[in-house]
């Protein structure tokens, strides 16, 4: 990340120099869409995400700056002052989610950047969120808490951005550690770290981005969880963790038929998520793998998240050999998450890249993943 430019830009927009912060997006290696449903998920934070310097103005106004879209808003800090920029409106519905809590904030200037690619499913979102929150609670001195900082990323989407989100690409992007990835129960909210290096085992974890746009704002991930909810409900539970297939079955005339896949997908996902931690404690990356394909077939034909580009890379990556591929994050376009194996991993993006390129017109992006710290001060 240049973070000079960012500098730059902030003493040429604010004639001064702020503190430095960042907070990163994440990779999910198993565990999709089980986070509102008070399931296991499994990310880690990734190299890439956003950076911002911020200096408090003694004012009762934000003025922030986006380096990368070279866009500039300025709002006040009340309900009725939300920007019209749907970039500017995270920063806003951070500070508002803060006051809500009882923080007491005031202005501040800032400039920003980041590199999680937008629309790719890293969380970019969840990245800028953070980072505000983080950057908040310590310039304010306002001792709130790290899963308190998620949430209120997650109220955020929720409240100003219209996407009715789990928690996990917030909790991730704030308790991400270097080396590790962590199986979060989202119902408990009691989280494990994972040592994960699976180079160190002859295997490689590499993104493919489609470079499909998807849009979660007012799209069907709000759906998804609303048939979720119908189903849980129709179950009597709060959530739709802990039901089994067999409870699925037995009230499967009382709901819809799509409602029913969707459910059918949970279920089985939630399983897939403790087979792949039990998998990884005994080094079984080809296990791990066939999880991944099991969900990505699952997000595409019950789920009806994935799009046909991603089918089409997941099904070049069985061709290649590769072990486990899949598409990741909320779906409707984006990356597939690949684990392959090290001397399969130059023919693999060889072949996926041509025979792509041969069929959409153009090459998917390559990400290497590295996985980082999360949430901090620079
Ligand atoms: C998006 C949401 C998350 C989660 C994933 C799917 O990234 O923000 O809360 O639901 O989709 O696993």
Redesign the pocket.
């Known amino acids: 990340m240049n973070l000079t430019l960012i500098n730059n830009k902030f003493n040429e927009k604010f004639g001064a120099t702020g503190e430095m912060f960042t907070s990163p997006g994440r990779i ?1 290696l198993i ?6 449903n008070g399931g296991f ?1 499994f990310p880690g934070a990734i190299d890439k995400g956003m950076v911002a310097e911020i200096k408090l103005n003694g004012t009762d106004k934000v003025r922030a700056y986006s380096v990368d879209l070279n866009d500039y808003a300025e709002f006040g800090l009340n309900e009725e002052d939300a920007p019209s920029q749907s970039w500017a409106r995270y920063i806003f519905g951070v500070c508002r989610e803060i006051q809500k809590r009882g923080g007491k904030i005031a202005g501040f200037d800032t400039a920003f950047s980041g590199d999680v690619p937008l629309g790719a ?1 890293m ?1 970019s979102s ?1 990245a800028l969120e953070s980072t505000f929150a983080n950057a908040l609670n310590e310039l304010f001195s306002l001792g709130i808490d790290r899963f308190e900082l998620a949430r209120i990323g ?1 109220s955020t ?1 929720h409240n100003y951005c219209g ?1 009715k ?5 917030q909790f991730a992007s704030v308790f991400g550690k270097a080396g590790h990835l962590m199986r979060l129960d989202c119902r408990s909210m009691e989280f494990e770290y994972f040592p994960f290096d699976p180079e160190q085992h002859g295997y490689k974890l590499v993104l493919l981005d489609s470079v499909v746009k998807h849009e ?1 704002v007012g799209s069907p ?1 709000n759906d998804r969880r609303a048939s979720c909810e119908r189903v849980a409900a129709v179950l009597g539970r709060e959530f739709l963790r802990g039901a089994t297939m067999e409870d699925l079955e037995a009230v499967r005339e009382k709901i819809s038929e799509e409602d029913y896949k969707r459910a059918r997908y949970v279920i089985g996902e939630e399983q897939r998520v403790l087979d792949v931690c039990e998998a990884l404690k005994r080094d079984d990356y080809e296990t791990v793998g066939k999880r991944m394909y099991e969900t990505h077939w699952g997000m595409s034909r019950d789920y009806e998240v994935s799009c046909e580009e991603l089918d089409f890379l997941a099904t070049v990556a069985e061709e290649c050999g590769v072990a486990g591929s899949r598409i990741m ?3 409707f376009g984006g990356c597939t998450i690949n684990l392959v194996r090290t001397e399969l991993y130059d023919n693999f993006i060889a072949t996926a890249k041509a025979k792509f390129a041969a069929k959409y017109g153009h090459e998917p992006k390559v990400y290497s993943v590295v996985i980082s710290d999360g949430a901090r001060r620079l």
Do not use: F, K, R, W
């Open positions: 999910n565990g999709e869409h089980t986070d509102y998920v499913g969380s969840a997650q989407e996407v989100c789990g928690i996990m690409d979660l991930y994050g909320g779906g």
